[in-house]
C-alpha cells in the first residue's frame, strides 16, 4: 500500500528566503506526483503536477522534482513571500486514477 | 481555467437526516472524486467516479453513497447522518488521458456540522 510522508509538518522562515519542501513515497510505481497548496478553511488549488516520466515541473517561482528510483519528491519555493504561507499537500497517482495524500507541511513565511 | 463549485460552503444538519452534497465541474472532465478531510488523519478518499453512471469505493465508503447521473455532477448522499460524519467535503475532478489521470482540481470544500 503506497504511503506519502512529508516531514517537516510545518516551517517557518524569513521573507525572502529560498526554501524546499520534502515528499517521500514507498512505491515508486506511480504514473505522477501533484503538490497543491491549501489556506485555512480552503480547497486545494493545484500548483504542479510532474508526470513519472518527467523530472521536475516549473512555475513562477516554484519548482518540483522527481526521483522515482529513491521515492522522493522536492518542492523549491524562491524568494519566498508572506503569501506563500499556506499548507502544502503532495499527493501520488497510482492505479485507478486515485491520489495518495501526505500530510501536508505548514509552511508560515515571517515578514 | 477548471471550475469546481460545490453547493454549499457551510452546512449544520441534525444526526439521522438525511445529507446532499452536490458537486459540479466545467471541464468535461471523466473522473469526478469525494474526499473528506479531518485534522491529523488528513484526506481520505471515499468514493470516486470515472464516467456517467459509474462508482467505485474508496478507503471509507461506510455511511455513504454516491450518484452520477451526468457527467459534470457528482453528489454524494449521507443516508443518515451521525456526528462522527461532521467533517470538511472535498470534492475534485481530473481528466483521464490514456488510461492515467491528469491533474486533480478541487472545489471550495463544504464544511459539514451533524449536531
Known amino acids: 500500500k503506497q504511503e506519502v510522508t512529508q516531514i517537516p509538518a510545518a516551517l517557518s522562515v524569513p521573507e525572502g528566503e529560498n526554501l524546499v519542501l520534502n515528499c517521500s513515497f514507498t512505491d515508486s510505481a506511480i504514473y505522477n506526483l501533484q503538490w497543491f497548496r491549501q489556506d485555512p478553511g480552503k480547497g486545494l488549488t493545484s500548483l504542479l503536477l510532474i508526470q513519472s516520466s518527467q523530472r521536475e515541473q516549473t512555475s513562477g517561482r516554484l519548482n518540483a522534482s522527481l526521483d522515482k528510483s529513491s521515492g522522493r519528491s522536492t518542492l523549491y519555493i524562491a524568494a519566498s513571500q508572506p503569501g506563500d504561507s499556506a499548507t502544502y499537500l503532495c499527493?501520488?497517482?497510482?492505479?485507478?486514477?486515485?491520489?495518495?495524500f501526505g500530510q501536508g507541511t505548514r509552511l508560515t513565511i515571517n515578514p | 481555467d477548471v471550475k469546481v463549485t460545490q453547493s454549499s460552503r457551510y452546512l449544520v444538519k441534525r444526526t439521522g437526516e438525511k445529507v446532499f452534497l452536490e458537486c459540479v465541474q466545467d471541464?468535461?472532465?471523466?473522473?469526478m472524486f469525494w474526499y473528506r478531510q479531518d485534522p491529523g488523519l488528513g484526506l481520505r478518499l471515499i468514493y470516486f467516479s470515472y464516467d456517467v453512471k459509474m462508482k467505485e469505493k474508496g478507503d471509507i465508503p461506510e455511511g455513504y453513497s454516491v450518484s452520477r447521473e451526468k457527467k459534470e455532477r457528482f453528489s454524494l448522499i449521507l443516508e443518515s447522518a451521525s456526528t462522527n460524519q461532521t467533517s470538511m467535503y472535498l470534492c475534485?475532478?481530473?481528466?483521464?488521458?490514456?488510461?492515467?489521470?491528469?491533474?486533480?482540481?478541487f472545489g471550495p470544500g463544504t464544511r459539514l456540522t451533524v449536531l
Open positions: 475534485a475532478s481530473s481528466l483521464r488521458r490514456q488510461g492515467k489521470s491528469g491533474a486533480q482540481y
Open positions: 499527493a501520488v497517482g497510482g492505479g485507478a486514477q486515485k491520489l495518495v
Open positions: 471541464m468535461d472532465h471523466e473522473n
